[in-house]
């Protein structure tokens, strides 16, 4: 969708991407259920599953956010969308300023993300563990 100019932003109540940590604007995600050769030669519409519907979200620095709902409204959906690891099928995700389409190695850098389930590694110590992450993270034990 096309933004109107900072002024009709400002009059909207629309924070303006430069002040905001992230930036959601109409996201959309769409989720193709299709799944053998055989459901793409029935002559059915097509089987999808929307998992999160124009969603637009702006979070300033030092703003807390809990997201809270039922299972299958989208919360894991639009979490993956935020870390890259699904893309949106419309809209936009910008953290710190940056596309996270074009941009998301330089995100990464930049934030950290706790999973719902540990991830840990059967064969390796807390001391190597430790290693592991920063390295993955690019940081000095």
Do not use: W
Not at 24 to 44: A, C, M, P, Q
Not at 95 to 108: C, E, M, N, Q, Y
């Amino acid at each position: 969708p096309l933004l109107a100019d900072s002024s009709v932003q400002a009059e909207r109540g629309i924070p303006s991407s430069d002040d905001l940590v992230v930036d959601i604007r109409g996201v959309r995600k769409v989720f193709d259920l299709r799944n053998h050769v055989t459901d793409y030669l029935r002559f059915s519409a097509p089987a999808t599953k929307t998992a999160v519907d124009g969603m637009s979200l702006h979070i300033r620095e030092g703003e807390i956010l809990g997201l809270l709902g039922p299972n299958g409204c989208g919360k894991t959906t639009l979490v993956n969308m935020l870390i890259g690891a699904t893309p949106a099928t419309a809209g936009s995700i910008r953290i710190f300023g940056k596309d996270v389409r074009t941009s998301i190695a330089d995100i990464r850098r930049r934030i950290g993300f706790v999973p719902q389930f540990d991830v840990l590694f059967d064969d390796l110590t807390v001391d190597e563990h430790i290693l592991f992450f920063t390295r993955v993270k690019g940081v000095d034990p």
